[in-house]
């Protein structure tokens, strides 16, 4: 049975999946500020150019956060099959975050101990890239006359919004569903969940302006502060328990993100902090202007103008009972929510290969936050799009991140199970 052959030359390939995956974490591609984007999109093509993958270089010139000290590089590898049929695409963010206190291994040596591969970025998400390769080049092994393509691509500055990166490459038609027509993100989801999408993003900054007096005689000016104040109280007493009796039928993991939320990020009144070393007094004066900075997460069954609009009245609702009451809000980004459809054919043929590799029923989630599937679904206009891949969301940025080898292998045997389900002719008897 050409399934059972395919996943034993997946479980033979451990050493080369082991291999890669500490390669991919020797590179340091920390970002902020973004290194090493070359220097790894250089290893995803030596190990995919000896399969028959044609590669092409993308640098992303003039996105956020591109320069020629750190340039935005990007890899699409593709690989044609033998006759006409889909594209199946898996795209990993090559990018790590910073590593954080607390380590007892070294966090780019790439260290194996207890059947695990440690190290920043291995599960998030370097040992998703590396599963997925061996998937595709096992699959090619094993079944040279598939039909379509299969395409992998590193992609830099996820953690960073993905700007440089997948949302680059939407912009220049790479994921527009005429050249490919189902995505795979290997993100570290655990292996027997499939993640359909994710929550909806509005992050605000709210101004609330006074008027400057000296600080004896608070009552010739207007104090800013004290009308944020209000904003806050205006936040705890209706809009917060209003968004948590806001419940979604998006299956979102953990459950408190069950249901709209706000976070404060930030707030700044008066005068600027102090340099460090600055040993004077502050000066008296009344703050003419504060500033907030909200991070508003919203479901599919919300509407973002109406995100905004709910904002929009709390605060001039506040204006009513305050008489110099006056604020500016300024947009910093918005994310629409997306979840794809439970029987969309990358979903199906998923869940079908984890019902087989696993004996377990699939879990179907969606993400608190938001990942690449923002830029592939809203600008590439893709909506055959999850996230499936090996490794623990939990130690996503922790100290001691790892990936374990067995969920590799058996993301991997997913991964390569469903391509036979999508790119097999007459799959089903191949397959079964
Ligand atoms: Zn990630």
């Known amino acids: 049975m050409s399934s059972d052959s395919l996943d034993r030359r997946i479980s033979d390939a451990r050493e080369q999946l082991i291999e890669l995956t500490q390669a991919l974490i020797r590179l340091p591609t920390i970002n902020p500020p973004g290194k090493g984007y070359a220097d790894i999109c250089e290893l995803l093509a030596a190990f995919l150019k000896p399969y028959g993958f044609a590669v092409e270089w993308v640098r992303a010139t003039g996105a956020l956060g591109d320069s020629d000290k750190y340039p935005r590089w990007n890899l699409i590898a593709r690989h044609e099959g033998k006759y006409a049929g889909d594209c199946v695409h898996f795209n990993s963010h090559t990018d790590v975050v910073a590593v954080g206190e607390g380590w007892t291994v070294d966090p780019f040596a790439g260290v194996v101990k207890d059947d695990r591969v440690y190290g920043r970025g291995a599960c998030d998400m370097k040992g998703g890239l590396a599963a997925s390769m061996i998937a595709a080049v096992s699959f090619i092994a094993e079944h040279p006359d598939y039909c379509g393509a299969i395409e992998i691509s590193g992609t830099c500055d996820e953690e960073s919004g993905g700007f440089g990166g997948v949302a680059y490459l939407a912009e220049q038609g790479w994921f527009d569903p005429s050249r490919v027509q189902h995505v795979i993100i290997p ?43 209000a904003v806050i109280e205006a936040f705890e007493d209706t809009l917060i328990p209003r968004l948590q009796s806001r419940r979604t039928a998006m299956p979102v993991v953990p459950d408190g993100a069950r249901q ?79 979840m794809t459809e439970k029987d969309a054919p990358i979903v199906s043929a998923v869940g079908d290969a984890i ?51 067995q969920d590799m292998i058996v993301a991997a045997q997913v991964m390569g199970r469903s391509l036979q389900t999508l790119l097999l002719r007459n799959a089903t008897e191949e397959t079964t």
């Open 187 to 229: 993100e570290p989801l655990n292996k027997e969940r499939i993640c359909l999408g994710h929550r909806g993003v509005l992050w605000a900054e709210i101004e609330t302006h006074g008027h400057i007096a000296h600080g004896s005689m608070p009552f010739l000016g207007d104090c800013a502060v004290r009308h944020m104040g």
């Open 355 to 405: 019902r087989q590799k696993t004996g377990l029923e699939p879990e179907y989630v969606v993400s608190p936050g938001t990942y690449d599937q923002k830029h592939i679904d809203r600008i590439g206009r893709l909506h055959n799009c999850i996230a499936y891949g090996p490794g623990i969301l939990d130690l996503a940025h922790q100290p001691d991140e790892y990936v374990g080898i």
């Open 260 to 338: 709209s939320t706000l976070n404060i990020n930030s707030i700044h009144g008066g005068l600027d902090e102090p340099e460090v070393g600055y040993t004077g007094m502050p000066a008296a004066l009344v703050p003419d202007r504060c500033r907030m900075v909200i991070d508003r997460r919203f479901l599919i069954e919300e509407d973002l103008a109406e995100v905004r609009a709910e904002l929009h009245d709390i605060l001039e609702n506040v204006k009513q009972d305050r008489e110099k009451f006056s604020f500016s809000v300024r947009e910093l980004f918005s994310v629409l929510p997306t």
